[in-house]
Protein backbone atom coordinates (compact mmCIF):
# COMPACT_ATOMS: atom_id res chain seq x y z
CA UNK A 1 0.00 0.00 0.00
CA UNK A 2 1.19 3.56 -1.15
CA UNK A 3 0.53 6.19 1.13
CA UNK A 4 -0.05 9.57 -0.05
CA UNK A 5 1.98 12.45 1.03
CA UNK A 6 0.34 15.47 2.61
CA UNK A 7 1.81 18.31 2.57
CA UNK A 8 3.67 18.26 -0.48
CA UNK A 9 6.87 17.68 -0.28
CA UNK A 10 10.33 19.08 -1.66
CA UNK A 11 12.48 16.33 -2.20
CA UNK A 12 10.43 13.19 -1.32
CA UNK A 13 8.22 11.75 -4.30
CA UNK A 14 6.39 9.44 -1.98
CA UNK A 15 6.49 7.22 1.10
CA UNK A 16 5.08 4.05 2.11
CA UNK A 17 4.80 1.92 5.50
CA UNK A 18 4.33 -2.08 5.12
CA UNK A 19 3.31 -4.33 7.95
CA UNK A 20 3.33 -7.97 8.18
CA UNK A 21 1.71 -10.42 11.40
CA UNK A 22 2.77 -13.61 11.39
CA UNK A 23 3.04 -16.51 13.98
CA UNK A 24 6.72 -15.57 15.05
CA UNK A 25 5.44 -12.00 15.42
CA UNK A 26 5.13 -8.41 13.55
CA UNK A 27 7.72 -6.74 11.04
CA UNK A 28 7.38 -3.69 9.07
CA UNK A 29 9.04 -1.66 6.49
CA UNK A 30 9.72 1.92 5.79
CA UNK A 31 10.37 2.80 2.12
CA UNK A 32 10.94 6.43 1.30
CA UNK A 33 11.75 7.77 -2.14
CA UNK A 34 13.56 10.67 -3.83
CA UNK A 35 15.67 12.28 -5.73
CA UNK A 36 19.52 11.58 -4.48
CA UNK A 37 18.53 10.74 -0.92
CA UNK A 38 22.12 10.66 1.09
CA UNK A 39 20.31 9.84 5.15
CA UNK A 40 16.69 8.74 6.67
CA UNK A 41 16.90 9.42 10.41
CA UNK A 42 14.22 9.28 12.61
CA UNK A 43 11.71 7.23 15.00
CA UNK A 44 9.07 4.58 14.47
CA UNK A 45 6.14 3.86 17.34
CA UNK A 46 3.87 0.89 17.26
CA UNK A 47 0.95 0.42 19.37
CA UNK A 48 -2.27 -1.12 19.19
CA UNK A 49 -4.18 -4.67 20.13
CA UNK A 50 -6.38 -5.66 17.15
CA UNK A 51 -5.29 -2.62 15.07
CA UNK A 52 -1.74 -1.31 14.60
CA UNK A 53 -0.82 2.05 14.10
CA UNK A 54 2.35 2.52 12.99
CA UNK A 55 4.19 6.47 13.02
CA UNK A 56 7.37 6.88 11.31
CA UNK A 57 8.48 10.98 12.31
CA UNK A 58 12.19 11.52 11.20
CA UNK A 59 14.29 13.56 8.40
CA UNK A 60 15.02 13.15 4.64
CA UNK A 61 18.45 14.27 3.79
CA UNK A 62 19.23 15.25 0.17
CA UNK A 63 22.33 16.55 -1.83
CA UNK A 64 20.29 19.76 -1.93
CA UNK A 65 18.81 19.85 1.29
CA UNK A 66 16.66 18.13 4.12
CA UNK A 67 13.41 18.21 5.20
CA UNK A 68 10.80 16.47 8.31
CA UNK A 69 8.70 14.15 7.33
CA UNK A 70 5.86 11.99 9.48
CA UNK A 71 3.69 9.10 7.66
CA UNK A 72 1.02 7.12 9.83
CA UNK A 73 -0.42 3.83 8.77
CA UNK A 74 -2.92 1.48 10.83
CA UNK A 75 -3.58 -1.73 10.44
CA UNK A 76 -6.50 -4.32 11.50
CA UNK A 77 -5.90 -7.90 12.33
Known amino acids: MQNSITPRYSYIISANLDF ?15 N ?4 ISGT ?9 ELIF ?3 VST ?8 ISETYFY
Request: some cysteine.
Open 20 to 34: CISSSGAKYSIYIYG
Open 36 to 39: EITK
Open 44 to 52: LTASGRGSY
Open 57 to 59: SGS
Open 63 to 70: KNGSEPIT
